[in-house]
Structures are given as structure tokens and as C-alpha cells.
């Protein structure tokens, strides 16, 4: 293979993923590191330790996310920053976001090992709550740094047993003195997996992610009458769930009439009073649907909920529908992402461009920072799974993309 011998050490990168791994582990092979809990907590001080092994100086913004800085030649260099999170699903996976923050780590120490000094500060980056699970508001971390939410918004946010954010931040002793806002930066790289099957079914090594899909996601509440399921005969009967079965069947109808570019889906879905002998009185769930084209988010932003309330009301419920958020599709920035190419091809991996279908907090930072992803392919295109796994030299050849783009733009001539 042609291209750099300034190589990471690829087996100590999958070593540190395994000891990342080791926290939060679960019986099925996946690990469980809800945001801003002691086990999440541990991930930090882990990754702290590293870092300060290496002389990274580490800060901690007000929202927890973790900065870990290392000198360039020129003080007056914008940095190049670097990572994803260490936050995971209840039930998820190794690599989704650790491989990005440890891949991160293996470029500082490939700097560290080899004495090279970057024209430029580069700064690896562990957002706080990428994945929204625990305190249902996902891109947290970076969506706060990005200004995208108030800092006040999100401290008042609870998980279901009430712990507000700004309670968990101070449990684990992360809610750190630096301010929540962007900083001058020269350049963010985010390593992920894919969480999807097109590199793996094209054979392809890497990734070249151009932007990410636009997305609108709603809470939904229909509400019914409970009734007894002996006695209530069809015309008396105000089934909230059936109400929701033909709201759910929409949100699939309109994802395929969108192709295979269209993605709808129903995630959540809590049934009240939820007994084999009652009618469904109310019915919870989520809908979300995203696409790489906003035109089509914003048209179907603008006729869903009335084709979801006439639904509901053609089956004697109400529907209350609470818009919780819409992005917008982001382009990343065309030098960054030349990058990347330009790395890939340097090293003969096979490539492909793609849009990433998931959420990622490259897409807020991409708001205030020139912004690039690097995909590597997953099993089957599994992920939000303790199943979730790739292959050792997959994420090496991943993180080598990353050590080639990132140091070129730390090196660039300005």
C-alpha cells in the first residue's frame, strides 16, 4: 500500500478501544454508558489519563465536554480539533463514537511517539450526550457549545427518575469553568462507523462524508377513551392505539414514497393503561423523519401534522404533535473534506462519497467550524446494538485517514 510511513500503532488503537469497552460492559458483548453517570463518569477519567499521559492539557467546558489540547509551533494557529463522545446507548455498541475519540487519542500519541511538532494546536474532543438517550435531547454536547440550545434549556432537563442535567454534571464533577460557546478553531474531523450497510455491501474501506441528512422529529400524544375490552362495542370504542397504529402506518407510507433516500420511523411507542383487557386510553410515541433533501423535510414538516391529526380524529381521538426539533441538511466544508480524500487516496483505500443518514455532532459543529467525517463500514450496518462491531483494521485504516487529514490541515500554508 503506497502513502505515509507516519503510521498509528494499530493495535494499540484496538487495545485502547477494548479498555474504552471495558467501561460500561454489558453481558452481550456492548457496553451501557448513559451520559453523566458514574459510568460515564469513569469513561471520562479514563480518557482524562491518557491524555495527561501524553501532556495533552485537558479543560472541561460548562456542558462537560472535554477538550484535551496539544502545543503547535505557532501560538497564533487556530487549532484543529478532533473526536466524537463516549456516551452510548442503554444497549449499544463498542465503536459508536468511541471510535472517533479513541482514534483521536492514537493520532496524539502517533504525534507523541514520532517528536512531531503541527504548525498548528490540534485538540481532541469527547462531546457530552451525542446520542440524547438519557436525557431524551440528543447532540447535547455540541448543540449547546454550538449555541443551537440555551445553556439554561438544557441544565433544566430531567431523565425519567428527575435528575436534571445541571444535577448530573454536578454529581460527577463535570460541569466544568469554561465557557459553552464556539471558540476560534481552524477545522473539525469526526471518525465514525457508519451505522448503515453501504460501505460494507460496496466493498468500500472509506468513507467521504459530505453532509448529513436534514431530519424533523416529533412527540406525539393521542388520546382516547380507556374502556372495557369485554363490553365496549365498535361504535362506543375511542382505541387510541389503533388511532396510532394508522398514524404509524403513515410515517411509513411517506418514507417509501420517498424511495431509498427516505427514512421515517416510529422508535417509541408507550400504550396507557397498557392492559390486555383495556382499550387504550393513550398512546406516547415518538416519529421522526429525515432525508438528504430539505425541501422534502420541509414539506413534509408542513403537511404531516394535519394528515397525522385528521387521522386520529377520523378514529374519535385527538392528537397533540410537538415539533421537538428540525435540521436542516449540512453540507461540509469542500477543503475539508478534500481531505480526506486526498488521504484515502494517498493510502489506496477504496472510498465512496456518502451523506450520513444518522445525526452526528459534526453537524452542529459544522455551523461555526470547517467540518469533515470519515466513515468506516460496520457488520451488516448494525449499530444502537451491543452486537455493533468491525474489524481491526477497519478502524485502523480509519484512524490513519484521520492522522493524514488532520495533519495536513495542521500543517497547511496560510
Known sequence: MSGTNQRIDAKRLWDSLMAMAEIGATPKGGVKRLTLTEVDKAGRQRFTEWCEALGLTVRVDAIG???????????????????SHLDSQPSGGKFDGALGVIAGLEVMRTLHDLNITTDAPIELVNWTDEEGSRFGHSLMGSGAWAGIYSLEKVYGLKDVEGVSVGEALERIGYKGEHPAEPFPADAYFELHIEQGPILEREGKQIGIVTGAQAQVWYDAVITGQDAHAGTTPPSARRDALLAAARVIERVDALMRERGEDGRGTVGQLHVLPNSRNVVPGEVRFSIEFRHP??????????????????????????????????I???????????????????????????VSGAG??????????????????????????EAESILPEEAAAGCQVLFEAVVARANRAL
Open 328 to 354: 436542516r441538511m449540512q453540507p461540509f466544508d469542500a477543503g475539508c473534506v478534500d481531505l480526506v480524500r486526498q488521504g484515502a487516496a494517498r493510502l489506496g483505500y477504496s472510498t465512496r462519497e456518502i
Open 65 to 83: 465536554n472535554m477538550f484535551a489540547r496539544r502545543e503547535g509551533r505557532d501560538p497564533a494557529r487556530k487549532p484543529v480539533l478532533m473526536g
Open 293 to 326: 433533501d430539505d425541501a422534502q423535510i420541509e414539506g413534509l414538516a408542513a403537511t404531516f401534522p394535519a394528515e397525522a391529526k385528521a387521522l386520529a380524529e377520523a378514529n374519535g381521538c385527538t392528537l397533540d404533535l410537538t415539533e421537538l426539533f428540525r
Open 360 to 385: 452526528h455532532d459534526a453537524v452542529y459543529v459544522a455551523r461555526s467550524v470547517p467540518t469533515a467525517m470519515i466513515f468506516t463500514p460496520c457488520k451488516d450496518g448494525l449499530s444502537h446494538n
